[in-house]
């Protein structure tokens, strides 16, 4: 994948989805402490909400879980619900969207892992393995939001990221000059909730790939 910078072919429209925010640590405030090891994630007073069975559980899938994260706000969003993210990884785990290990996860695998979010969450979810930046506009004037692969120090907007990809993010937004996302991992400074990562710099840290989300069908 190019990492040449994002040149749109069409005018953007600005545009928000008001998508509530989770990070796949329960308390987004401790974000930083724990990327620093300054705090362990098992030490995160609010690890029971995330559905784990113990603090070892919690710190294992807790690294782990920035595409349930993105899950999560797209369910907020569009059905008002958020379940646990550890309850959705195991979930996920049944689907065949991840596979763990005894020390490792393999995934988030896109296709089984949309499969997942049509049946069980009867949300439209479509797996991405060519998702170019520039189609992102359209589909968030659309009313759909995208799970993007991109490099974490994103959150920094890094000037020499080491790849690209390994990380997920949530397009909820865009403007002119920007790409607005959610992130999982992001900072309270500021790169959490609607961060702006101009299109100019995207195509150092996003890979190319993605999983795009709507709203689908409700179910009573």
């Known amino acids: 994948m190019s990492e040449a910078p994002v040149s749109l072919t069409h005018p953007v429209v600005s545009l928000t989805h008001p998508v509530p925010y989770y990070?796949?640590?329960?308390?987004?405030?401790?974000?930083p402490d724990i990327i620093a090891g300054t705090l362990s994630a098992a030490d995160d007073p609010l690890w029971q909400k995330s559905g784990a069975a113990s603090r070892e559980e919690y710190a294992f899938w807790s690294w782990r879980l920035c595409g349930m994260a993105c899950l999560r706000m797209a369910l907020d969003h569009w059905r008002g619900t958020a379940p646990p993210a550890v309850t959705l990884a195991e979930e996920c785990v049944e689907a065949?969207?991840?596979v763990r290990h005894p020390d490792r996860v393999d995934g988030l695998s896109y296709a089984p892992f949309a499969a997942y979010a049509r049946r069980r969450w009867g949300l439209f979810a479509e797996s991405r393995p060519r998702l170019p930046a520039e189609e992102l506009p359209e589909h968030l004037a659309a009313g759909r939001l995208a799970m993007l692969s991109v490099h974490p120090s994103l959150r920094t907007l890094d000037p020499r990221p080491p790849h690209q990809g390994g990380?997920?993010?949530l397009a909820v937004g865009a403007t002119p000059g920007h790409l607005l996302v959610h992130n999982p991992s992001g900072f309270p400074d500021g790169s959490q909730r609607f961060a702006e990562v101009p299109w100019a710099?995207?195509?150092?840290?996003?890979a190319g790939r993605g999983v795009l989300l709507g709203p689908g069908e409700r179910r009573s």
């Open 23 to 31: 990070a796949q640590w329960e308390s987004a405030a401790l974000v």
């Open 201 to 206: 710099d995207l195509g150092r840290f996003y």
């Open 96 to 98: 065949g969207a991840y």
């Open 167 to 169: 990380h997920l993010v």
